[in-house]
């Protein structure tokens, strides 16, 4: 399926415009100038901000300046507006296609296939190592390996196909951990997680449910505890601090992450799409604010104005906004069998939802312990703006948590079909 996505291209946004489609569509207003200019090539990377960590990658290579340049200026930009893990990744792929002579995006997507490919066996890995059932581990990978949004990803230089695999990675990794209780594999686990971090930092928090099952893991053993958080410290420490020191040299400042996350509060804080966002951006610099101080202002402002409108946005309409489509499907409606993947899509989220709530009622902690991953990551990204690319990061832990309740599922049926035939056939005896 990678090898048909690879070759065929089936997805509209990696077809070339003609000069006389984007000159039409300016014309008649449908496009601006800046996405005009953008519009020439983004075909080519997958769409905007894929065209965007290219030029960042290639600035960097080239001028040897750390920056993302969100509004295309072709200037030489110097910021922190995104975190480092990508970027630098592009960095590297652009390297190895330089020496093998091989065209930039070619190889971006020929080492995202890998990584891609990576996940599904990953899938099967973690699935098969949690619930000692390596049937599990099959549906997981089976489910992931017939969904659409990774087979548009790795197509792209976008976070989305690195930033998963290295998640996964870091599950994987914290399970051996945990199993061999080996310190250099803590260690690495770190390492390997807030690498995962700098290229999307939303996860950040969820290091707390690793933290809490390592805490319980040792909870008569204090030394031991204490000798697993400070390799945790090492390996954090490896990845997050270069940067942090490199952000107090160039701007004298603090700045964990990224300058970018005010941008996905402001985009965040507009319930059910209710409101004209021009009239928010107006507002917001008649008063002079940041996007973040302007977002958590209309947030506090919504909570006490209509309690019950900001509550229902920020928990049940942000998670169906993340949930409601396969991302990038829109790409493919010219696809007949475009029908599959989107079953496939609610077969997962439904199946996940399902087995959670039984998971709860039967207090199943492996099961409860994969649906607080998947609940803490929304709850998390419904802070922020919600799209369906971002529900898709959490895609994987749903597969596995559907995997389980269907393997579940199919046993029960089939000890219960085995059992009435049993008695049927020891009935026809007697």
């Known amino acids: 399926m990678h090898t048909y996505f690879l070759i065929k291209h089936p997805g509209s946004n990696f077809v070339e415009p003609t000069e006389e489609q984007i000159q039409e569509q300016l014309e008649n207003e449908e496009i601006t100038e800046s996405v005009a200019k953008l519009r020439e090539h983004t075909w080519k990377y997958g769409s905007r901000d894929a065209y965007l960590y290219t030029n960042m990658a290639n600035q960097l290579i080239e001028h040897g300046v750390y920056g993302y340049d969100t509004r295309n200026t072709g200037e030489i930009i110097k910021n922190a507006f995104v975190t480092p893990g990508h ?77 998963i695999f290295f998640f996964c990675l870091a599950i994987y990794v914290f399970l051996l951990a945990l199993h061999t209780n080996k310190k250099i594999l803590h260690m690495l686990f770190a390492i390997i997680f807030c690498y995962g971090v700098m290229i999307r930092p939303v996860i950040a928090p969820l290091v707390l449910i690793g933290f809490a099952v390592t805490a319980f893991r040792h909870r008569h053993q204090y030394k031991q505890f204490f000798s697993v958080t400070i390799f945790w410290g090492i390996g954090a420490s490896v990845v997050i601090l270069p940067w942090l020191i490199r952000n107090y040299i160039a701007f004298g400042d603090f700045i964990l992450f990224s300058t970018h996350s005010g941008n996905s509060w402001f985009a965040g804080s507009n319930p059910f799409n209710m409101y004209d966002f021009s009239e928010y951006w107006k507002e917001r610099y008649e008063l002079g604010m940041e996007a973040k101080d302007y977002a958590i202002m209309k947030i506090k402002e919504g909570f006490q104005e209509n309690f019950g409108l900001w509550l229902s946005w920020f928990t049940i309409g942000k998670t169906y906004e993340l949930f409601k489509i396969p991302d990038a499907i829109y790409y493919y409606t010219a696809l007949s069998y475009m029908d599959v993947f989107k079953w496939t899509h609610h077969i997962i989220v439904n199946g996940a939802l399902i087995t959670s709530v039984v998971a709860v009622l039967t207090r199943k902690k492996k099961l409860l312990a994969l649906a607080s991953v998947a609940f803490m990551y929304i709850g998390l990204s419904n802070l922020f703006l919600t799209i369906p690319r971002y529900g898709f990061f959490i895609i994987p832990v749903l597969c596995i948590i559907t995997a389980a309740g269907i393997v579940v599922l199919l046993s029960t049926c089939s000890r219960f079909v085995i059992k009435r035939y049993d008695q049927m056939k020891n009935a026809s005896k007697a």
Do not use: C
């Open 87 to 163: 970027p630098l990744l592009l960095v590297a792929i652009f390297h190895v296609a330089d020496l093998f002579q091989v065209e930039q995006m070619t190889m971006v997507k020929l080492f995202n296939m890998v990584l891609s490919i990576g996940t599904v066996l990953l899938l099967y890995l973690i699935a098969s190592q949690i619930f000692k059932n390596r049937w599990v581990g099959v549906v997981a990978a089976g489910l992931y390996t017939f969904y659409l949004t990774p087979l548009h990803y790795f197509r792209t230089a976008l976070t989305e196909t690195p930033g």
